[in-house]
């Protein structure tokens, strides 16, 4: 009998089945998307969703369950998650830290400015027996210090957007930066202080028909009393409730409604812990300037014949110019260092919240260059910086 050839007694291969297709791996997916628009602009923009991460005890491992989740990405101040009350006090610290040649040579200047003007009112109005000039001061000097204060401000913002992704900062950059935004920046906090003012000013009209009418009526009182605690309440609520408007108009490069709607939104359900992170980081900074500015305080008391006179307190004895002096090299040196921790802890306020609601720490690490993410290394690339990742 003849021999059946080898390839004639092979079976032919089949098809594969449908539950061994259903149980084969898929195939490797499509390589990440490009740079995103831009790292905190385009709101709208589609929001990737986080995957869970794949511990050592998961199948395919072989190793024991160890519920063991990898370290958040940190390219810059903060880590790349939602964060707690201290990771947002710890960022906003480590911002001045870390671009100190920045951030102090920026609030320098504008403690110097405000501080300047402030202790030219007061030894005018203690020398010039008209007061003409110390009041000029005093208004010329109000208007310098909300102006460079709003500047200020402004910048700190574009530097601590760049300290979260780890980007070198200088004040020209962050000054180009800003500076489109800077009149609508403007309105912004003009619309706010409207806004809370009025609600202020209505909450005393019962206070004022009080003191008008000259009665002894003790319902009117009482409710003087309740309506201006009330006003300070809502006042204090719409002012929570817009905080976190000026970082969205500057990163997200929105009008002022826009910025408005978008503070009000990120702020919803989240007001307390909103609060409570600003009264926190507002009474810190509060001791941190106490702290730096009582030696000098110290000192100009000891500048005179009697510590109440040296601080201003006695009217029938001039306060000694060395003593204003101290006390201006205090508050400039105080300011300087507080002002970067209080527009930090906003500006981290503003991330957090938009981490926490729009996965913005996943386009945060693409925008740092991290290749887990999808990055494509533009973080410290000036020639291709995302629009709006400010």
Known sequence: MDAVPSD????APSAPSAATAATAPAAPSAPAAGPYSGAYGDP??????????QSWGQPGWGRPQWNAQPPSPKPGVIPLRPLGVGEILDGSIS?????????????????????GTATAFNWFSRNDSQSTLAL???????????????????????????????EPVTAGSAWRAARPQMWRLLGLTLLIGLICGGIAALGMVPAIIASLSGSNNSGLDALSLFCALAALATVLWMYIKLSLAAPALMLEKQGIKAAMARSSKLTRGNWWRIFGITALGFVLTTIL??????????????????????????????QP????????????????????VQAGINVLLYVDQRIRREALDLELARAAGLPEYGGTGWAGRSDQQPSGAA
């Open 95 to 115: 911002t001045g830290r870390k671009h100190w040649r920045t951030v102090l040579p920026l609030s320098l200047v504008v403690a110097v400015l405000s501080q």
């Open 136 to 166: 000029v001061l005093l208004g010329a000097g109000a208007l310098v210090t909300a102006l460079c204060g709003l500047v200020l401000s402004a910048l700190l913002t574009m530097v601590v957007s760049k300290a979260i992704l780890g």
């Open 289 to 318: 300037s106490g702290m730096i500015a009582i030696p000098f305080t110290a000192l100009a008391g000891a500048t005179g014949n009697s510590v109440l006179s040296s601080l201003g307190g006695d009217p029938n004895h001039q």
């Open 44 to 53: 709208g923009a589609r929001i990737p969703q986080r995957q869970p991460a």
């Open 321 to 340: 110019f060395a003593a204003l002096l101290l006390i201006a090299i205090g508050g400039v040196l105080s300011s300087t260092l507080t002002a970067p």
């Open 8 to 11: 004639a007694a092979a079976p």
